[in-house]
């Protein structure tokens, strides 16, 4: 899946293209993510990108467990 995202800010070191590719591959009864960010701003620190996507996929996780 890839996700294209344009944000909308008066601040000129966050704007941007930016383009976000997760590939889902089954993994011995799982599944592993891998998630890809192409063209951040410079002035987003990776740490709180990382943090972010990682707080995403774990809120995924619940629903998923919660609705199986």
Avoid: K, Q, W
């Amino acid at each position: 899946m890839v996700e294209v995202l344009e944000c909308e800010t008066r601040d000129p070191g966050l704007r941007g293209t930016t383009a976000i590719t997760t590939t889902l591959t089954e993994a011995g009864g799982g599944t592993d993510v891998l998630i890809v960010h192409e063209g951040v701003p410079d002035a987003v620190p990776a740490a709180g990108d990382e943090a972010s996507a990682r707080s995403a996929l774990a809120r995924l996780a619940r629903f998923v467990e919660t609705n199986a």
